[in-house]
């Protein structure tokens, strides 16, 4: 029996100061009718009272994650990767019946979704790759008819540099790295080339947003992420093309990147690519700076580039020292100003629960242990994690879940690295609470509010591309892919670390 002493016994409910009073009160002043069993009636009062606090407790989610946490099991992997297979086919199935060909299906209105004016097949190429690990032959090669049909970026619309390149870029280029097909490899091309211009900046840092045929770009206020989030696809692409302008190009919005970052090493959350002014100096590991930190040490290791080990190393230090915040709760990452180190906030979500894999990938697996403990504990409080918790207090700041790949990451990292089944454990309760809650009749839905359980109509194409491979992957027995042979772009596409 496998026990989880960071957190096990803090899921207990305990009753709050308030309670005990009335408790007090009560029995202090019944005490005698009760030892008698003179006064029934109080004794039955005390009992109810009891079960309505108890009662509350579990309504709250806080039974769910005690009993999750002392409940360990023997878990069945491939049992485990065949259920996951077949919910990626369930879902697959209300996208291809009800939006084939657009870039997403909304789940609870059955229609279909395009982002821009014309569809990118976010969704096809984004759940390619999955497909070909979980041997699903014929849906992926409907998928790839599909793209190799329909997919042209010629069109005159504004797209948003990062989100198209992490998804339809990295999709793309690990469609040919495991398919081979060479058209998948010159789409990544084309529409390289088109994303390319972004870069055309007076500081060499992208805009947010490129028109795909004209070139004409938009958006100077930019985030890290959205500035040094392209080195994994664009070093993939010269090393397929031999043309080194890809990796050079989001090399030099790197280290311009990293040339703003504090005295202190903290990299700020805002920044104007045109001036290469900072906007706004809150450092921390969420949404906006996560996937810059998650390249370099990528970047370092794919590419075997020095220039990024040695960015990251500070970085990284910095990043454990100002950030990371011990609470009786646990290890968390909070808010800081990146000039003088001083907590800003306590806000911690699903998108930062990547961290614990980059902590593992760097070798840290103390503090990734620690953290995907965290990160467990937030999923299991309301039985799927929030968007955003206020780690000081336990109380959730934003109750969505958009059905969010991060934990299941992390505890696929940490497994690969550390054999230890309590990740499997992890997995099969997230993973059979997603199934409960975020399930519909023909798909799956994002939860409006993870305390209520309340759906909203949207299904985003990385739920495809990595909630569910990343499930699989953890449960997953057959060497389709070797973990440490791989590097995953922000978007879970492998691609061939030789
Ligand atoms: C994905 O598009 C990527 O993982 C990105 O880096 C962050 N957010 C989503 C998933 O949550």
Known sequence: MKSY???????????????????????????????????????????????????????????????????????NKKEMADMVRAEFLHAWKGYKTYAWGYDALQPLSKKPHNWYKKSLLMTPVDAFDTMILMDLTEEAGEARELIFKNLDFDVDMDVQNFEVSIRVLGGLLSAFELDGDRRFLSLAEDLANRLMKSFNSPTGM??????????????????????GTYLIEYGTLSKHTGNPVYYQTAMKAMTALYALRSPLNLTAEGINVETGKVTNPISHISGGIDSYLEYMLKGSILFNDKQLSSMWTPTIDAVNKYLADKTPEGLWYGQVDMNKGKRTGTSYGSLDAFFAATLAMNNDLERAAALQNSNYRMWMLNGVEPEQLNYSTMKVENASYILRPENFESAYYLYQYTQDERYLDMGKNMFDNLVTFCRTDEAYASLKDVQTKEKQDSMESFFFAETLKYAFLLFDESDKLNFHKVIFNTEAHPYRRD
């Open 5 to 75: 002493p960071e957190y096990s016994n803090k899921t207990r409910y305990k009753i709050n100061p308030i309670q005990y009073a009335v408790i007090y009160i009560f029995l202090s002043s019944h005490f005698k009718k009760i030892v008698n069993m003179k006064n029934f009636k109080c004794f039955s009062v005390l009992v109810i009272l009891l079960s309505v606090f108890t009662f509350k407790a579990s309504a709250q989610g806080v039974e769910t994650a005690m009993e999750v946490t002392d409940k360990s099991q023997t878990v």
């Open 206 to 227: 992208p805009y947010r947003y490129v028109n795909l045929k004209t070139g004409a770009t938009s958006g100077p206020v930019s985030n890290p992420a959205e500035i």
